[in-house]
C-alpha cells in the first residue's frame, strides 16, 4: 500500500495491526515457547501477536502466500515457506525472532513449500546439507513433516500411503529412510505429532481415526477409535502435559482421547474444520485454528471453547467507515457483512445471507442504515446496531449489484450492476421505488461517488468509462473515456476535479467541468489498482493495489 503526497514522495505505509489468520494453513497457529506470543500467516506475511496485549509485529519477506510456519525449540528461530508458480523456486526464510529479522533465504524447492520431497539445512551456515524424494515411487506424496523431541539427526514424514523414519548421517551427508509397517492399514496422513520421549508417534488421517507407531520398531502398534471413527477426517492432534491425545476433525470436533483404543473423554464443537491445535508451553491452556479463519481458547480442565479471534473467510470486496467516526468500520465478503471495533479490532456485529456475495456497502450519513449491494440483484438494508433487515429492493439490477452509494439527506439510493445501468431509488420510510434509469456505461459500474450537495454524482465502470451525472436533471455532463478498466474513482474535496484509476495502473486527475486529464501518476509498477480514497483536505491519497501469483488474487 502506498501513500502519494503532495511534495510528489511516494513511500510505503507502515503496517500497524492486522485483523485476520489464515487458518487454511495446516499447523500454522504456533505458541512459542516464552509462551507470551503467538504466530500464525496471514497472506505474504508472519504475524507475531503478543497473547496479553495484542500487539502485532510482522515478518514482511515472501512474494506470495506463506504455506507453512514452524518454530525452533528454544524459540529463537522461525522459519516459513511460500507457495510460487509452478516452474519457479519457493522461498523459505529463516528469522531471527528475538530481533524478528530475516536471517536467511533458502531456495531449493519448486512450486510450494509442502512435502514433495525432503530437503534437510544447516542453519548455522545457511546451505542445504542433504535431499531426498520424500515417499517411494510406489507411494503418493507426503504430506507432513515432524522433527524429533530429543535428537536433531531423526525426522518423520508420512502422507499417500506412506509413513516414514528418517536418519541424518553427518559425516556422509546423507538421509537413510525407513518404512514403518502398517500391515493392511492403507492411510493417508494429514498431521503427525511426536511424544516428548521420541518412543512413539502418532499420525490422523483422512480415515477419521488415529495411528500409533513406535519409533524403534517402526512398527503400527495401535490404531483407533475402532468403532465410531471421527467424521471428516484427523485433521490435527496436539499431546498436551496432562496426557492424553487431543485430536481435531474435519467437521469441527476437537475431542479429548485417552488409552490405546483412543477412547473420546471430552470434546467440543468449533465453527469449520480444525486445522491447527497448540498448546502454550506447561500452561492448562491450548489454542485452536479452524480453516473459517477463526481462532479460539481453550483450558484442558474445562475443555470448552473461547472464541478469541475471527475474520472473513473470502476475499473482502469493500470497506466503509461512518462519516465522522473511526472507531467503527464495516466490511463485506461472501456470504456476510461484518462491523468492527477499531481500537481493540474486535468484530462488534455480523450479518449473514448465506450463499451470495456482497459486492459493495455504504453507511448512510445519519449511521441509521447500513445499505449493501449483492450478487443476487437484490439491494438489502440493515439496522447497524443489531443487524436485524430493515428492507429490500428485489431485482434491482438484472446481473448483480455491483456498486452502491446513499445521498447525504438519506433519501436516495444511487446503484449500479453488471448490466452497466446506474440506477437511482427514492427510500421513504416504508417504500422504496425507482425514480430513474441511466444507462451509458456498456460493462459492469464499479464504484459511485455523490458529491456534497448531492446534485451531482460520478460512476467509473468496467467498460474504460467515467460518467459525471447530474442528479437534477438525470442527464450526463461528462463522459471520460480511456484505455483501461476503470476501478476506483474519487472527488477532490474542492469537487473541482475527480481522480481515477484502474488495470492500467495510472492515476489520472480529471477536470468535472469539461472531462480533461489533468495530471497523470504512475500508481503502480506490476498491479491493479483496486481501491483508492482521499484526504478531507485533499493533501493525500491513498491507493490499494491487486497482487496475482500462483492462481490467487490478493488486495491490499
Known amino acids: 500500500m502506498a501513500a502519494a503526497k503532495g511534495d510528489g514522495a511516494v513511500g510505503e505505509l507502515e503496517l500497524q495491526a492486522a485483523i485476520g489468520f489464515n487458518g487454511h494453513v495446516p499447523c500454522g497457529l504456533i505458541c512459542h515457547p516464552d509462551r507470551e506470543h503467538i504466530l500464525y500467516p496471514l497472506g505474504c ?4 501477536q503478543h497473547l496479553d496485549t495484542k500487539k502485532q509485529s510482522f515478518l514482511h519477506g515472501h512474494a506470495d502466500n506463506v504455506s507453512c510456519v514452524v518454530v525452533s525449540r528454544d524459540g529463537m528461530y522461525v522459519a516459513s515457506g511460500q507457495v510460487t508458480c509452478i516452474g519457479f523456486k519457493a522461498d523459505i526464510i529463516l528469522w531471527d525472532f528475538p530481533k524478528q529479522e530475516l536471517l536467511a533465504r533458502l531456495s531449493l524447492h519448486e512450486g510450494k513449500v509442502e512435502g514433495l520431497s525432503v530437503m534437510v539445512w544447516d542453519v548455522s551456515k545457511r546451505e542445504a546439507v542433504c535431499g531426498s524424494p520424500a515417499s517411494p515411487r510406489s507411494a503418493g ?11 536433531d539427526e531423526m525426522f518423520v514424514t508420512a502422507g499417500n500411503f506412506t509413513i516414514r523414519v528418517w536418519e541424518l548421517d553427518t559425516a556422509t551427508k546423507k538421509i537413510h529412510p525407513s518404512e514403518c509397517y502398517a500391515g493392511h492399514l492403507r492411510r493417508i496422513t494429514v498431521c503427525v505429532q511426536m511424544t516428548d520421549d521420541d518412543d512413539d508417534f502418532y499420525l490422523g488421517t483422512t480415515s477419521g481415526d488415529v495411528l500409533k507407531v ?13 468403532k465410531k471413527k471421527f467424521s471428516m477426517g484427523v485433521t490435527a492432534l496436539l499431546l498436551p502435559k496432562t496426557g492424553g491425545l487431543i485430536v481435531g476433525t474435519g467437521e469441527g470436533t476437537v475431542a479429548l482421547c485417552r488409552g490405546s483404543d483412543f477412547q473420546v473423554k471430552k470434546r467440543m464443537r468449533v465453527e469449520g474444520a480444525v486445522t491447527s491445535l497448540t498448546c502454550r508451553g506447561q500452561d492448562d491452556q491450548f489454542f485452536i485454528g479452524t480453516n473459517k479463519c477463526q481462532m479460539y481458547r481453550s483450558a484442558y480442565a474445562t475443555f470448552k471453547e473461547e472464541l478469541v479471534a475471527v475474520c472473513h473467510t473470502e476475499a473482502v470486496n469493500d470497506i466503509v467507515f461512518p462519516e465522522g467516526h473511526s472507531d467503527l468500520f464495516v466490511t463485506c465478503s461472501t456470504n ?16 449473514t445471507v ?10 448512510t450519513r445519519d ?38 452509494a446513499a445521498t447525504r439527506d438519506c433519501k436516495q439510493i444511487i446503484s449500479g450492476g453488471g448490466d452497466g445501468q446506474v440506477r437511482i431509488w427514492n427510500i421513504g420510510e416504508k417504500t422504496q421505488k425507482l425514480r430513474e434509469v441511466l444507462k451509458e456505461h456498456r460493462g459492469a459500474v464499479s464504484c459511485i461517488k455523490i458529491n456534497k450537495n448531492d446534485k451531482e454524482g460520478v460512476t467509473a465502470s468496467l467498460d474504460g468509462t467515467c460518467v459525471i451525472w447530474d442528479l437534477v ?15 476506483c474513482v474519487c472527488y477532490h474535496p474542492g469537487e473541482y476535479q475527480i481522480i481515477t484509476s484502474g488495470t492500467d495502473r495510472k492515476i489520472v486527475y480529471w477536470e468535472v467541468l469539461d472531462g480533461s486529464a489533468i495530471r497523470e501518476v504512475q500508481g503502480s509498477l506490476s498491479s491493479s489498482i483496486n481501491g483508492m480514497d482521499i484526504t478531507s483536505d485533499g493533501a493525500s491519497f491513498v491507493t490499494g493495489e491487486c497482487v496475482v501469483g500462483a492462481g490467487e488474487r490478493r488486495s491490499y
Open 367 to 404: 449511521g441509521m442504515v447500513i445499505i449493501s449491494a449483492w450478487n443476487d440483484g437484490k439491494i438489502r438494508a440493515f439496522v447497524p446496531a443489531t443487524g436485524e433487515p430493515m428492507y429490500e429492493i428485489n431485482n434491482a439490477h438484472n446481473l448483480g449489484v455491483t456498486a452502491i
Open 473 to 487: 436533471r438525470y442527464v450526463r455532463k461528462q463522459m471520460i473515456l480511456d484505455n483501461t478498466l476503470f476501478k
Open 354 to 363: 448465506p450463499n451470495v456475495t456482497c459486492h459493495a456497502v455504504e453507511v
Open 45 to 48: 506475511t508472519v504475524v507475531i
Open 141 to 151: 506424496n507426503a504430506n507432513v513433516v515432524m522433527c524429533s523431541s530429543c535428537r
Open 214 to 226: 513406535n519409533t524403534s520398531s517402526k512398527v503400527v502398534t495401535a490404531c483407533g477409535p475402532q
Open 336 to 351: 456476510d457483512i461484518r462491523v468492527w471495533y477499531t481500537p481493540e479490532r474486535l468484530e462488534r456485529l455480523r450479518v
